[in-house]
């Protein structure tokens, strides 16, 4: 049996479509941000290594920051974008072991003094995977990095944090540690303050869920 519709039934049927085009413009017209992926040290090693970079900032200044090795580059994509994205890359991801090779410095500010990570298949291999879900092309060949100091500094000056870091910890070259965190992280390379950057997403690659 056929029903007789409500007087008002085009009135409820435009403003629901009014609803929902207002909400798609919603997502189309959201704002990008800059994000990018980091790969976590566990908790213990964390410590051991914000130790570290805390000792250097005492010498040689610089902004706060979490070490990570950055896995995606920073790139503009809207949030649920990213979100997606992050999701699709990770799901298939495995925990991986990485380890440090060396203590060097860069030529600019977020590649100040760093430790370099040894490029094993299964470090570069997943820096790859992600990049392909986030459409990332890289200038350059990847060189997997965890940051110790931030800033611009002169050769002279660069060199003897490099030196520093190597006394602070001693061991630290050789030592390897077992990656199961992802994060997304809204990372704006303009500000050199570091302050509104934020972990958006985490992923623990041996639950696989998301925080």
């Keep these: 049996m056929a029903y007789p519709l409500p007087s008002n039934f085009s009135q409820h049927l435009s ?22 992926v980091w790969a976590l040290p566990p908790p213990d090693f964390k410590h051991r290594l914000k130790s570290l970079m805390s000792s250097l900032r005492s010498e040689f200044a610089g902004p706060i920051f979490d070490p990570h090795i950055t896995v995606v580059g920073d790139l503009p994509l809207r949030r649920e974008d990213a979100i997606a994205r992050f999701h699709s890359a990770a799901a298939s991801v495995k925990p991986f072991t990485a380890r440090i090779a060396d203590i060097a410095y ?3 500010f977020y590649q ?3 430790l370099l990570i040894d490029p094993s298949p299964e470090v570069v291999e997943t820096s790859a995977h992600c990049c392909g879900h986030f459409g990332y092309n890289r200038s350059t060949p990847y060189m997997p990095h965890m940051s110790l100091i931030y800033g611009d500094l002169s050769e002279e000056k660069k060199e003897r944090a490099r030196t520093r870091a190597m006394e602070i910890d001693e061991s630290i070259c ?15 390379t303009r500000d050199r303050t570091t302050e509104s950057w934020e972990i958006v997403e985490l992923c623990d690659l041996k639950k696989e869920d998301f925080a």
Aim: proline content about 2%; glycine content about 6%; hydrophobic content about 35%.
């Design 106 to 108: 860069g030529t600019f």
């Design 174 to 188: 050789g030592l390897g540690f077992e990656v199961s965190l992802l994060a997304l992280c809204k990372t704006d």
């Design 15 to 36: 403003l629901s479509s009014a609803m929902a085009e207002s909400n798609n413009l919603e997502v189309v017209n959201q704002p990008e941000d800059s994000y990018s």
């Design 112 to 114: 100040c003094v760093y």
